[in-house]
């Protein structure tokens, strides 16, 4: 899902390649070798990977990367059964988990394995909180690892950062969620581990991001307080974005008007398909109360502000921190065009993913329209 790609960039949660290991021990120097090996191995495939234009040939070096992963972890797995609990051991599934990582590679059982070995022995060691962030990516066994560390860890950051992801993954599962229910369990869910994380760890900075978990923690936390499930029928939430100028503006500016609401994104297919009908539809509603309002996704104003000089669409558009907007997230948005129609009076009186077709949506902004000019007067 893009919202849920558009989120974890935001947060800048970059891998940290670091491999434990003194080199003294005879496991030590197997495993420093099996890693130079691996890391040769890996920047050929990733450079076969970048060359290829075919997306079969791209498919293709994809599996061999998890293969050369999946043998790899193997023998790694091989170095740390003389010494599970100790270093060699916290080494070798370090290895694994970071090499899983760089390679995107998630479902593998001797990757399942290695994670499995940290939660059982190493879950209270510090230095796991540099694996916590590859673990986030990988899967189930992922997620037993952060809820190892989260439980057991004596390490505050460790702990605070293995809390912080757990509620980052509880928030995106929850906007997923479409029954009403567990939608508000799952926010609970999150909003408690990320509470608890702040608890542990405020100061403690989280990736790359530069931010710390406080802060991230309040951001994700308002957020999610602002999540409604949105029903045909009920009052359409209220929203504040920023027009292209930088004003401030609220949905509810266009109370007595139906509003359009379309989200969207230059780089989408389907909704720039819809552009020429929608200059028809304004235009064949000029001076009525209706309003067209374009809510961007892309990742900068200027990409939007670009597209606009070549393609004219003469109506409101917002845009306010792209894929992270606050109408997207309040929307629960997760596919390209979502469109929300809302009569006069504020109410959600449909919403489709996709265009539902030009004549559908002629009609329907039509019988609002001529409601809205009614109840005018």
Same mark, same amino acid.
């Given at each position: 899902m893009r919202l849920l790609c558009a989120a974890a960039v935001s947060l800048g949660l970059g891998l940290l390649l670091v491999y434990a290991g003194d080199g003294k021990s005879e496991g030590a120097e197997k495993l420093t070798a099996l890693k130079k090996k691996f890391d040769t191995e890996l920047a050929e495939l990733k450079d076969r990977f970048k060359k290829a234009s075919d997306p079969a040939d791209k498919r293709g070096v994809q599996v061999e990367m998890r293969e050369l992963v999946a043998l790899t972890a193997d023998k790694a797995l091989a170095i740390a059964k003389d010494d599970p609990k100790g270093d060699t051991g916290f080494a070798a599934a370090e290895f694994v988990v970071t090499a899983a990582g760089e390679a995107r590679a998630d479902g593998i059982a001797e990757v399942d394995a290695a994670l499995a070995l940290l939660a059982e022995h190493h879950a209270a060691n510090p230095k796991v909180k540099d694996l916590l962030t590859p673990a986030m990516r990988l899967g189930a066994g992922g997620d037993k690892l952060l809820v190892a560390?989260?439980?057991?860890?004596?390490?505050?950051?460790?702990?605070?950062?293995?809390?912080?992801?757990?509620?980052f993954k509880a928030a995106r599962n929850a906007e997923e969620e479409e029954d009403?229910?567990?939608?508000?369990?799952?926010?609970?869910?999150?909003?408690?581990?990320?509470?608890?994380?702040?608890?542990?760890?405020?100061?403690?900075?989280?990736?790359?991001?530069g931010s710390?978990?406080?802060?991230?923690?309040?951001?994700?936390?308002?957020?999610?307080?602002?999540?409604?499930?949105?029903?045909?029928?009920?009052?359409?939430?209220?929203?504040?974005?920023?027009?292209?100028?930088?004003?401030?503006?609220?949905?509810?500016?266009?109370?007595?008007?139906?509003?359009?609401?379309?989200?969207?994104?230059?780089?989408?297919?389907?909704?720039?398909?819809?552009?020429?009908?929608?200059?028809?539809?304004?235009?064949?509603?000029?001076?009525?109360?209706?309003?067209? $309002? &374009?809510?961007?996704? +892309? /990742? !900068?104003?200027?990409?939007?502000?670009?597209? #606009?000089?070549?393609?004219?669409?003469?109506?409101v558009h917002w845009w306010d921190e792209g894929g992270e907007s606050p109408v997207l997230k309040k929307y629960r948005v997760r596919a390209f065009p979502s469109l929300f129609l809302i009569d006069h009076s504020g109410?959600?009186?449909?919403?489709? $993913? &996709?265009?539902?077709? +030009? /004549? !559908?949506?002629?009609?329907?902004?039509?019988? #609002?329209v001529k409601e809205a000019v009614k109840a005018k007067g």
């Open positions: 560390v989260s439980e057991k860890a004596t390490d505050k950051e460790a702990k605070g950062t293995a809390l912080f992801i757990r509620g009403d229910k567990e939608l508000t369990a799952g926010i609970a869910k999150a909003i408690d581990l990320f509470e608890r994380a702040v608890k542990e760890a405020p100061d403690t900075k989280v990736g790359r991001s710390t978990i406080a802060e991230l923690a309040k951001k994700q936390t308002q957020m999610l307080k602002e999540i409604v499930f949105i029903e045909i029928g009920k009052p359409a939430p209220e929203v504040e974005s920023l027009t292209l100028d930088g004003k401030k503006v609220k949905l509810s500016d266009y109370k007595g008007k139906v509003v359009l609401l379309d989200i969207w994104a230059t780089w989408c297919g389907p909704c720039r398909a819809m552009i020429p009908h929608e200059r028809e539809l304004v235009k064949g509603n000029t001076g009525k109360p209706f309003v067209l $309002v &374009s809510v961007s996704a +892309d /990742d !900068k104003k200027e990409t939007l502000e670009k597209f #606009l000089e070549k393609e004219p669409m003469p109506w109410i959600v009186r449909e919403k489709w $993913v &996709s265009n539902p077709g +030009d /004549d !559908k949506i002629d009609k329907a902004v039509e019988d #609002l």
